[in-house]
Structure formats: structure tokens, C-alpha cells
């Protein structure tokens, strides 16, 4: 399955610098408002230091990591909906994302304007926030719309519902604040609505200030702890020099930073782990590969992510533990430490499990 993240924010707030840094690509990031026209997408690998021990035992032809794909899409500005700056249709090419990144401006720079004439991030924050509840409200009205005219049981249910998220949106309350049953959250689903999606607030600071909390980082932990969101600090400049050294010199970089692994890593973990998903592995001459399912997930399930075939005549799953093949190096001698398991239908899938499908179709 492919996890997908928005990159979002107001003008100058190093979106794009922190993109550049994501996919070491060179995209424009220039200090003036909507650099970024059309949307970018790159797509990164998820770090995982398991691949490299797993590489070693099987010697594969090939390696296949987990990936994000990132979206950045151009910087939003008060009025957006209302064809402010370039407008909001840009917010389009992120809702069918799984997280939204929005990167908060928390540093100081004379020479780097902000549209709105100062360093506030909860207002801004909350500016990106009015456009996304505006851009969801205009989605909510069409579909009532036409639900409106319909009096089947379904449409009446869904009607309810919709009028409930109108009423919240008008208050300007996010929709993933509001109490929602799952039935609720299945029969909106396919209209990705943007302030249902989890977001991560990453707070953007200037490179002397990394392993520091200044002011602004503070103002926005105690606003994003109230609506249960997560927030990640960094410098996207450091980042974007980070992306640009060899492994040996960026480990010595990180060294001199005082820090144990570079804030892009930490954000794709956080994206990944936010959204509850874990990795399981299969190993091969052919390949390693890492997929990625869903916590809760059944064997058949995660079967179904290599091939659907898998899924339908799923028979048993082989499986060994990440742990249990570190310890004892190599499958057979697992398998004579008794350590290799037959797993049914009803068995739910571990974070690190290598896995072997038995399936007939």
C-alpha cells in the first residue's frame, strides 16, 4: 500500500526548501510568495536499519524499501478561497494524501519576508486552517445539495451527518476533532475531506537554534496538545544541506549537531507511525522487500498487498520474527531453534514479521 503525505503552509515558510531536502530534487524555492506553481511530488524511502541485516543474510538481487510519496502544493494566504494569492485549487492535488506536513514558520530572518508582516505561527496556523475548513465546507454544501433532494433512509443518514460537519466546519472546528463513529467516518471517506486527514505541525527554525525550543516552538506544542496533534521541529535549511553530503559526511554533520538522526528521518517516521503503520518483510535470492499494512492487520490482509490472488486462496503464512533471525543469523537456524511459525487467517500481523504466503488459486 502507498502512504502518501501533503506539504503545506503559507508563503516563505521553507515548504519548498524542506521538499528540496525530502527528494533532493531541485525544485524552486525562492524568497518570494507562490514559487511553487504546480504541485510537486518525490517520493522518499521510509529508514529502516532492519533492510541493511536483512540484505546480509539473503544477498538479493535487488532491495525494495518502504516509501512516502510527498505532495507540496503552492503556499496557501488568508482569502484563498476566495481567489487570494493563487487561490486554494491547489489544495485539490493533496486530498487524496493520507497525512497532512503543514511547516510552521517559528524563525526570524530580516531577509526572508512573511506575507503577513510578522513571525506568528498560531496565526498562521489557524489561517491554514480557516482555508482547509472553507475548502472541506464547499464539498460538505455541494453533496447536501443533492442529497437534499433525496428521502431514502440512506440519503436522510447521510444528510444528518453532513449537516453535523457543517455546523462544525462554521465553527471552525476541524472535522478530526469531532466525535465521529467508524460508520460515520467510513460513509465520508471517499470525499477526502482535508481537516479529517491527521496533520503534523513542523515547526521550521533557524539552523543556530536546533537543539533548542525557542518561543514560537512552545506557542505551537501548547496548540497543537489541545487538538491532539503532533509536532516536529527542525531546519529545513540544515535538512536541505544534509541531502546534499555524502553518507560519511552527513553522519559527521549530524555528529557536530549534536543530534542522533537528521529531522527529515524523524518527520518520515512520525508520518508513518502516525498513521498506525508498520512494516512486514519478505526475503528472497530475487528480493528483500518491505511492505507496509496496516496495525490490526490479518495475514490474508497483508497477503492481498503483494497480490490479490494471495489474498483469495490464502492457505498459511510462514513467518519468522525480525528478532528472532537477528539473533540466530540465518532461516534454518530459526527454524531448528523451533522459532518458525504456521499462521491461520485469524493471525494479526506483527511490526518485522518475514513472511512466506502458502496460497492456491
Same mark, same amino acid.
Given at each position: 500500500?502507498?502512504?502518501?503525505?501533503?506539504?503545506?503552509?503559507?508563503?516563505?515558510?521553507?515548504?519548498?526548501?524542506?521538499?528540496?531536502?525530502?527528494?533532493?530534487?531541485?525544485?524552486?524555492?525562492?524568497?518570494?510568495?507562490?514559487?511553487?506553481?504546480?504541485?510537486?511530488?518525490?517520493?522518499?524511502?521510509?529508514p529502516d536499519e532492519r533492510i541493511e541485516f536483512l540484505v546480509q543474510v539473503s544477498n538479493?538481487?535487488?532491495?525494495i524499501p518502504t516509501t512516502v510519496e510527498f505532495t507540496d502544493i503552492a503556499g496557501l494566504?488568508?482569502?484563498?478561497?476566495?481567489?487570494?494569492?493563487?487561490?486554494?485549487?491547489?489544495?485539490?492535488?493533496?486530498?487524496?494524501?493520507d497525512a497532512i506536513c503543514e511547516v510552521v514558520r517559528c524563525f526570524s530572518d530580516p531577509?526572508?519576508?512573511?506575507?503577513?508582516?510578522?513571525?506568528?505561527?498560531?496565526?498562521?496556523?489557524?489561517?491554514?486552517?480557516?482555508?482547509?475548513?472553507?475548502?472541506?465546507?464547499?464539498?460538505?454544501?455541494?453533496?447536501? =445539495?443533492? &442529497?437534499?433532494?433525496? +428521502?431514502? #433512509?440512506?440519503?436522510?443518514?447521510?444528510?444528518? /451527518?453532513?449537516?453535523?460537519? *457543517? %455546523?462544525?466546519?462554521?465553527?471552525?472546528?476541524?472535522?478530526?476533532?469531532?466525535?465521529?463513529?467508524?460508520?460515520?467516518?467510513?460513509?465520508?471517506?471517499?470525499?477526502?475531506?482535508?481537516?479529517?486527514?491527521?496533520?503534523?505541525?513542523?515547526?521550521?527554525?533557524?539552523?543556530?537554534?536546533?537543539?533548542?525550543?525557542?518561543?514560537?516552538?512552545?506557542?505551537?506544542?501548547?496548540?497543537?496538545?489541545?487538538?491532539? =496533534?503532533? &509536532?516536529?521541529?527542525? +531546519?529545513? #535549511?540544515?535538512?536541505?544541506?544534509?541531502?546534499? /553530503?555524502?553518507?560519511?559526511? *552527513? %553522519?559527521?554533520?549530524?555528529?557536530?549537531?549534536?543530534?542522533?538522526?537528521?529531522?527529515?528521518?524523524?518527520?518520515?517516521?512520525?508520518?508513518?507511525?502516525?498513521?498506525?503503520?508498520?512494516?512486514?518483510?519478505?526475503?528472497?535470492?530475487?528480493?528483500?522487500?518491505?511492505?507496509?499494512?496496516?496495525?490490526?492487520?490479518?495475514?490474508?490482509?497483508?497477503?492481498?498487498?503483494?497480490?490479490?490472488?494471495?489474498?483469495?486462496?490464502?492457505?498459511?503464512?510462514?513467518?519468522?520474527?525480525?528478532?528472532?533471525?537477528?539473533?540466530?543469523?540465518?532461516?534454518?537456524?530459526?527454524?531448528?531453534?523451533?522459532?518458525?511459525?504456521?499462521?491461520?487467517?485469524?493471525?494479526?500481523?506483527?511490526?518485522?514479521?518475514?513472511?512466506?504466503?502458502?496460497?492456491?488459486?
Amino acid at each position: 500500500m502507498s502512504l502518501k503525505a501533503g506539504i503545506i503552509g503559507l508563503p516563505n515558510v521553507g515548504k519548498s526548501t524542506l521538499f528540496k531536502a525530502i527528494t533532493k530534487q531541485n525544485v524552486l524555492a525562492e524568497n518570494y510568495p507562490f514559487a511553487t506553481i504546480d504541485p510537486n511530488v518525490g517520493v522518499v524511502t521510509v529508514p529502516d536499519e532492519r533492510i541493511e541485516f536483512l540484505v546480509q543474510v539473503s544477498n538479493p538481487e535487488k532491495t525494495i524499501p518502504t516509501t512516502v510519496e510527498f505532495t507540496d502544493i503552492a503556499g496557501l494566504v488568508e482569502g484563498a478561497s476566495k481567489g487570494e494569492g493563487l487561490g486554494n485549487k491547489f489544495l485539490s492535488n493533496i486530498r487524496e494524501t493520507d497525512a497532512i506536513c503543514e511547516v510552521v514558520r517559528c524563525f526570524s530572518d530580516p531577509n526572508v519576508t512573511h506575507v503577513s508582516g510578522s513571525v506568528n505561527p498560531i496565526r498562521d496556523i489557524e489561517v491554514v486552517g480557516v482555508e482547509l475548513m472553507l475548502s472541506d465546507l464547499e464539498i460538505i454544501n455541494n453533496r447536501l =445539495s443533492r &442529497v437534499n433532494k433525496k +428521502s431514502d #433512509k440512506e440519503s436522510i443518514a447521510e444528510k444528518a /451527518l453532513l449537516e453535523k460537519i *457543517r %455546523i462544525s466546519l462554521e465553527a471552525e472546528t476541524p472535522i478530526r476533532n469531532m466525535e465521529l463513529s467508524d460508520e460515520e467516518k467510513k460513509l465520508i471517506k471517499s470525499f477526502n475531506l482535508l481537516t479529517m486527514k491527521k496533520i503534523i505541525y513542523v515547526c521550521n527554525i533557524n539552523e543556530e537554534e536546533i537543539g533548542t525550543e525557542n518561543e514560537n516552538v512552545k506557542k505551537v506544542k501548547e496548540y497543537a496538545k489541545k487538538e491532539n =496533534s503532533e &509536532v516536529l521541529v527542525l +531546519s529545513a #535549511k540544515i535538512e536541505a544541506d544534509l541531502s546534499e /553530503l555524502e553518507d560519511s559526511e *552527513r %553522519i559527521e554533520l549530524l555528529k557536530e549537531l549534536g543530534i542522533d538522526e537528521s529531522g527529515l528521518d524523524r518527520l518520515i517516521r512520525k508520518v508513518y507511525n502516525l498513521l498506525g503503520l508498520k512494516t512486514f518483510f519478505t526475503i528472497g535470492k530475487e528480493e528483500v522487500k518491505a511492505w507496509t499494512f496496516k496495525d490490526g492487520m490479518k495475514a490474508p490482509e497483508c497477503a492481498g498487498i503483494i497480490h490479490t490472488d494471495f489474498q483469495k486462496g490464502f492457505i498459511k503464512a510462514e513467518v519468522i520474527s525480525y528478532d528472532d533471525l537477528f539473533q540466530h543469523k540465518t532461516e534454518k537456524a530459526v527454524q531448528d531453534a523451533g522459532k518458525k511459525r504456521l499462521e491461520g487467517k485469524d493471525y494479526i500481523m506483527k511490526d518485522g514479521d518475514i513472511c512466506h504466503f502458502r496460497f492456491n488459486v
